[in-house]
């Protein structure tokens, strides 16, 4: 897969979906009739809401950005990118859109995606392109716009909007710690940090060293191995813990992360 490749977005379905109920009953069902329970039809019974969040195709983060702010209280972000992707995120002129309204609750800057793909429909289709639907939980929020994609073959900038109060990594993953200015932030956090280990049995069973991965080129195993000998001085330099996923679950895997975490509260 091509980095930052757009993927059909029914395989980024969060977790609060997963997690949410099919049915239940409330104070108001069991005093309906004594002596029964009645259920109630939950989120998951709403297709068209399911429907909504499983259509169309995901622009996918390529990398790590980090967001934070500046000693004045700017918006501050930061991102570790292979070469030919440094402007992948901008900010816009305060000039430009100054009269759109922001959305409640976000900062003011005018940000926006770089656009890096291109988007082509059959003619007579157009392309909507909008802020994933029914994701409110994402930390920044997507203009929408439309897009005459059967007659213009072009990629465009995608603009959004941080959430005001957000500082965190949106799209954590491997190679963040790496810059310097991120490694920087992470040596110095008042919060705990943990790297998450992997054994290479256990990483070629997860990834199964798949040569489309950009970063596993030619010889994926070799690759991993030359990656991790790079990374692994500076990701345990800056862990204030380890926990080791091999043979663990996701939620296993946070089970661990939280306990450590909570013993250190």
């Not at 816009?92 to 976000?106: I, L, Q």
């Not at 920087?184 to 992997?198: G, N, R, T, W």
Request: with cysteine; net charge neutral; aromatic share 10%.
């Amino acid at each position: 897969m091509e980095i930052g490749k757009p993927d059909l977005i029914k395989k980024f379905i969060p977790e609060w979906y997963k997690k949410a109920e099919t049915h239940f009953s409330s104070e108001e069902d069991l005093a309906i009739e004594e002596g029964t329970q009645k259920t109630s039809a939950g989120l998951k019974t709403c297709v068209p809401f399911l429907d909504a969040m499983i259509s169309g195709y995901a622009l996918v983060v390529p990398f790590d950005i980090y967001v934070g702010k500046t000693k004045d209280g700017d918006l501050d972000m930061k991102w570790n990118a292979p070469q030919g992707w440094e402007n992948f995120v901008e900010e816009r002129p305060k000039e430009s859109g100054s009269t759109m309204p922001r959305p409640a609750g976000h900062a003011p800057n005018h940000m926006v995606w770089s656009g890096r793909w291109g988007i082509k429909v059959p003619r007579g289709y157009s392309v909507l392109v909008t802020h994933p639907l029914n994701r409110q939980d994402l930390p920044f929020t997507t203009s929408s716009a439309i897009m005459d994609s059967d007659k213009f073959f072009g990629n465009g900038n995608i603009p959004f909007f941080i959430k005001e109060d957000f500082v965190g990594v949106i799209s954590l993953g491997g190679g963040a710690p790496i810059n310097s200015e991120i490694s920087q932030i992470l040596e110095s956090a008042d919060y705990p940090v943990i790297f998450i280990d992997v054994s290479i049995a256990q990483a070629a069973v997860r990834i199964g060293f798949n040569k489309d991965r950009p970063l596993l080129l030619i010889n994926p195993r070799q690759q991993w191995m030359n990656l991790m000998s790079e990374r692994r001085p500076v990701y345990e330099k800056l862990a204030t813990d380890t926990v080791s996923s091999d043979s663990k679950k996701p939620h296993e895997v946070a089970k661990v992360i939280v306990e450590k975490i909570k013993a250190k509260i």
